[in-house]
């Protein structure tokens, strides 16, 4: 048997068709945290990825109805908690307030925000039950 070899991906973004690029960009930058060039928003080394694009037409800032656009995986609770202060602190607009779920193999933890377009990010942790 042949084996497959795969090339490992190591970042993405994600892609933004944005109503006002100059708004938007100062609201990832201050808000999030994300250093923002003309190229892409980006935080701590890709592990939040954004292209934000000038829709040519308005009717094309589309957010995705009832879920989110983008979602970040936080390394645990405490990590989780401190990131949605600092947003908050920083002027993000709140969708949803850190809940918690439970699972069998834990308790998963998260909470969303908005862009000023409507874009829902929501961020997630989980602690595993011992």
Known sequence: MIEKIKAKIENSLTVLLVSELEKSKKYYEDVLGCEVNEHWAIRDDFGLGFKLIQAKDLNDVRPNKGTWNTYAYVNNHTELDALFDELKT??????????????????????????????VIGFGSGNKNN
């Not at 918690?100 to 308790?107: A, I």
Request: aromatic content about 16%; hydrophobic content about 40%.
């Open 90 to 119: 920083n002027g993000a607009i709140i969708v949803s307030e850190p809940n918690l779920t439970e699972f069998d193999w834990g308790v998963w933890k998260e909470f969303s925000i908005r862009d000023l377009d409507g874009y």
